[in-house]
Structure formats: structure tokens, C-alpha cells
């Protein structure tokens, strides 16, 4: 979907210009009010949002864990809407977040620090000076915010396609620029080009927020996983409250003359509430070959038996539908 992003200094206008814009437009505003409903449906309890978005304190090398959930959710909850529908990002990194997609238009919205004084001093009824120190902590907590996410420079203006200094423009005049500049770039009819990788966004988004909320190991903190993609998986199926065993069963596939068995397959997981074995794979294509050759000897003896094999791209797919327990069906048996 079509995507504009708005950096804006403190009392340069920017949330105004970004209200009347997604009007004009008919998008989504995600703003600090957008995001607080969504929180709700998230069910987090002891996020307090007022405290802590678009914060990070000077000089802390990592975020406490109110932090980094406020960060996951936020990241996690932009990427749903920019699948889903065309936005508008009021701050909240999203210029660096939707850095290269060629639907997205970046905006930066400044003014003058006297001007910003002035407006802040009749917007809250405060003195200058009061203003002042109310526009550098605003400042500072804003750079600090990117440059901890993104090791990047809020003010460096070569991550913006348009920067408009409302000394300059009115909010009238600044809408106007900015549909133009809509217009012009065409985010509109760049929607199909940039669906993978918002999907991938999405995906990214997602396994983050995973891993934090299921904390650093799976739920059978005791199993030990044979490659990371297998702990990966678990982690996002505890994410999904879905059920899991791991190896938990090995099936014969051939026997010599005298009853031993020479060959049998394992798969990776077994979903008790699905009744579903699934292989994860993410090897070279001679191995899976081989690997799919079991799996086919494993349907012939065992046809009662549900197994799917995951490839990396099924691996990602299965989650962008949200969840294993909706989205995958049992496979048939052979035929």
C-alpha cells in the first residue's frame, strides 16, 4: 500500500498538517492515538505509552523491557496497517522503518526555533523559557529514538524526498506540496512492487515481537534444537499459544533381512492439536530432494500419518496468515 511518512520537529505543525493530509487523502493517520487502541487489543498490561513513545534516554545502550515491547508492538503494528491499507506515519521512525520502499514519500516538517518557541508558548501557556526546555527535551528524546533503532540521524536530510519549513508555509500550502509530491513520485501505483517486502517487514516485525514476549527460549526451555530455524519455529508457535512436541517420534522406512531397520525419518515438530508432523527445511536442494523422498516413503507406509514439509518460504507464509492452527490444512493421504 501507498505509505507517507512525516518527521516533524515539536511545534513545527507537523501533527496538523498530518491530520489535515490524511483527510485529504482518506489514509490512515497512525499517530500516538492510533496507536494507543491498538495497544488495548494487545491485552499488554503496564505499558504506559505516555511515558515512554518516541523515548529513549540520552546515553543508554540498551532499552528496558517496557521499552523494547513498546518498540516491537509499535514496528509490528505499522507493518499490519501498511499491508493492509494506505497510511501515514506521524513520527515514530517510520522514515527509517520504510527506508528504500518506493511507495512510501518522506516528509520532514520544520520550522524556525524562534517560531517553535512562539507556538508552543501560546499552545501550552507557558513562558520562553519553559518552551525552550520543554523543545530541547523534545529534540534530544526524538534523535535518541532513531539513533537507537536505527543508528541513524533524524536531522540528516537525505532520508527525505521533501522538507518544508512552516515559517515558509501555511499548513494549507504544506498539504498542497505534499499531494503534489504524492502525485509525482506515484506511491500509488507502486503498491504491488513493495507487498514482498512489507511482507518481509511484517514477518521481521513479528519474530521479533515473538521472541521477546516467549523470552529467550522456546517454552520447553530444556530442548535442545538442532539448528536455530527449528527454535525459531517454536518460539513462534508458543507466540501463537499453539502446541508442540519436538522429534517426539521416529518412523522405520526399510529393513534388512533380518528385521533391523536401516533407514527412518524423524520430522522436526508434531502439533498434538492438529494431528500434524512438519519437516522444516531450509537446505540445499540435493538434500531436500533426498529428504522429500523419505517423506513420500513415510506417506506409503504410514498413510494415516498428516506431515507437511516447510520450506523457507512456507516457513514465512504460515505466519503472515496468523497462525498455524487457521491457516494450515491436513494434507491428503497418498494416492
Known sequence: ???ITISRLLASGGEDIANRLAKELGFTLIDQGFLREQFRSYEVPGLHL????????????????QRRLYIDLVRTIIADMALERDIIVLGRGGTFLFKGFSS????KILASWESRIKRLCERLNVDEARAASLLEESDRHRREYIRYLYGEDWMDFKFYDLILNTDSWTQESAV????????????????KETSEELEKLRFNSKLHL????TGKKPSHRKTVFANPSEEEFARLLDFYQIRWEYEPKTF?????????????FTPDFYLPDLDLYIELTTMK???????NRKIRK???????INIKIFYEKDYQQLFYKYGLSRGVKKEEGPK
Do not use: C
Open 50 to 65: 505516555d511515558e515512554i513513545d518516541e523515548k529513549i534516554p540520552e546515553g543508554i545502550q540498551k532499552a528496558d523491557d
Open 298 to 304: 513415510l506417506r506409503e507406509l504410514y498413510p494415516h
Open 104 to 107: 512510501a514519500l518522506h516528509i
Open 210 to 213: 515473538a521472541k521477546f514476549l
Open 176 to 191: 498542497k506540496l505534499i499531494l503534489q509530491a504524492t502525485e509525482l513520485k506515484e506511491i500509488r501505483f507502486k503498491k
Open 252 to 264: 522405520p522406512l526399510s529393513w534388512d533381512e533380518q528385521g533391523n531397520v536401516v533407514t527412518a
Open 1 to 3: 500500500m501507498a505509505i
Open 285 to 291: 536442494q540435493q538434500l531436500v530432494t533426498r529428504k
